[in-house]
């Protein structure tokens, strides 16, 4: 067992299965009337377990995005190892936050299925409250554009859960929480103490 901070390897964030992602994974299997048949937009997939979790519930296709390349092949590789390399899943390392194409990226995805079938998922994202504000104003554009249900995982970091941080983000929002899973104890040991992970629904 072993902490990010001491991994041989440069920022292998797609290398461990972080507290959020885990609820957001298990909230996703637990609850596949959400996914059946929609349009999934994972954000920051890492290591690919909310996208699988998709898969599992008959989602209708998937586009995994991640800036590293490493996490978009480990991901491929964790669906070929359990099976899921038939479906319909694309992957992007395109910084969605940035770029010029994400119009056409997403309507692409989500422009055959009706708005109640249009998921955007982030699991463990909102770290830094400065990266946080600029994810805030992109995601408000996707919103407002293809009304899409934003699902967080997180396990109460401070960009999401201190109250005068949450004031100062430039983007105003409101989080709905789900569902909480309690963490066991080697993911705590792992992840500074994080007893919890949670899943929130995010709306502007």
Not at 183 to 188: A, N, S, W
Request: contains cysteine; aromatic residues 12%.
């Amino acid at each position: 067992l072993a902490t990010p901070d001491s991994c041989p390897l440069p920022d292998p964030y797609w290398a461990f299965y972080w507290p959020g992602g885990q609820a957001l994974t298990r909230f996703l299997l637990d609850n596949e009337n959400i996914v059946r048949g929609s349009a999934v937009l994972d954000f920051g997939s890492g290591c690919g377990s909310a996208s699988m979790a998709c898969i599992s519930g008959a989602a209708k296709r998937v586009l995994m995005n991640d800036i590293d390349q490493n996490a978009l092949l480990a991901a491929k590789l964790n669906l070929r190892l359990n099976n899921m390399s038939g479906a319909d899943v694309q992957y992007t390392d395109t910084n969605l936050l940035e770029s010029q194409e994400v119009h056409s990226m997403i309507l692409n995805l989500y422009g055959d299925v009706p708005s109640s079938s249009r998921l955007l998922l982030l699991g463990d994202m909102f770290y830094d409250s400065e990266f946080a504000d600029s994810v805030f104003k992109w995601l408000k554009r996707v919103k407002n554009e293809f009304g899409v249900s934003i699902l967080v995982g997180d396990p109460d970091r401070h960009p999401l859960n201190e109250e005068k941080i949450l004031q100062g983000y430039s983007t105003g929002f409101s989080k709905n929480r789900l569902a909480s899973y309690a963490l066991p104890g080697y993911v705590t040991r792992e992840h500074y103490g994080f007893t919890s992970g949670h899943v929130y629904q995010i709306e502007f």
